[in-house]
């Protein structure tokens, strides 16, 4: 039997560059975005923009909803026909049902195969999966040892992310209004952390973006410079040129990683978080 034909899917929230996407060739299955009664495919029909045009009219976040059987099933026809393995990663299943979609979708082809990879991450804490199966792939490596190294490496990703205001999760209902209201007026920024697949509020940071972003990046020091240093993730939901480019210098400075990438979040983590969020994202070692 010949070496299986090996394709990596994503899910929209995977929050990878066009580039990166296309240099690795990876297929996205987007989220939707649901705004009131009208439901839109993340990236393709709605941008991060909109997204928060929209909630600020209305005074409230979008809600979002897991992939759609339709999509699924029409993204991965192609390569169930060709007979292919496929692996597909998807947002940590304590928060999304997305992985159980493409699970019951897969059980419709009588050929092909597909690997369901729960990131337990979310944002580029699932890309650093992805970019790391599709080089395995690359590689000639087999589906079945693609998912053991990538599930067994899995909790070494390092997530989190600075939050600018708290006016989208109190709206979306993670923080109440009074909470909200409080951080906002005291500039208090919390960090969320992903761990074991679920969101928790870790340090809080006091005083403007910047120097909040700033100070987080100094706590993550110690853990940069040992981590893998194959790549590392800036991740944001829209924050300004200079403070993204004082974050990049930062990471460049500690001349440790071989590459820095810089993207923007889609419309999952945009409509929960709000604008001006940033993060850092990395495999330890």
């Not at 480019?245 to 983590?269: K, M, P």
Request: proline share 2%.
């Amino acid at each position: 039997m010949g070496t299986r034909t090996v394709h990596i899917f994503a899910d929209s929230t995977c929050d990878l560059s066009d580039d990166l996407i296309s240099k690795y060739d990876i297929t996205i299955i987007p989220l939707c975005i649901v705004l009131d009664d009208k439901s839109y495919y993340d990236k393709l029909e709605i941008t991060p923009s909109q997204i928060y045009k929209w909630a600020d009219q209305n005074n409230k976040t979008p809600k979002t909803a897991a992939v759609t059987v339709d999509m699924v099933y029409e993204k991965l026809r192609p390569h169930m026909e060709a007979d292919e393995d496929v692996i597909f990663f998807g947002i940590s299943e304590d928060m999304s049902t997305t992985c159980n979609v493409v699970r019951l979708v897969s059980n419709e082809f009588d050929t092909g195969r597909v690997f369901v990879i729960n990131s337990k991450n979310l944002s580029t804490g699932i890309g650093l999966q992805v970019l790391r199966a599709a080089e395995l792939v690359a590689q000639g490596s087999r589906a079945e040892d693609v998912v053991a190294e990538i599930e067994e490496a899995r909790d070494t990703v390092r997530a989190s992310f600075v939050v600018d205001t708290l006016t989208y999760l109190a709206r979306g209902g993670r923080c109440s209004g009074a909470t909200a209201l409080v951080a906002n007026t005291l500039r208090i920024h919390p960090c969320i952390r992903v761990d074991n697949g679920k969101m928790e509020v870790g340090k809080k940071y006091r005083g403007n973006i910047r120097r909040s972003l700033m100070n987080y990046l100094d706590d993550l020091k110690e853990e940069l410079v040992r981590a893998d240093k194959r790549r590392v993730f800036i991740t944001h939901s829209g924050i300004s040129q200079e403070i993204l480019d004082e974050v990049n210098e930062y990471l460049i400075s500690l001349d440790y990683f071989d590459q820095v990438h810089i993207t923007r979040a889609g419309g999952v983590i945009s409509s929960h978080c709000g604008p001006n969020t940033l993060g850092v994202l990395f495999y330890s070692k």
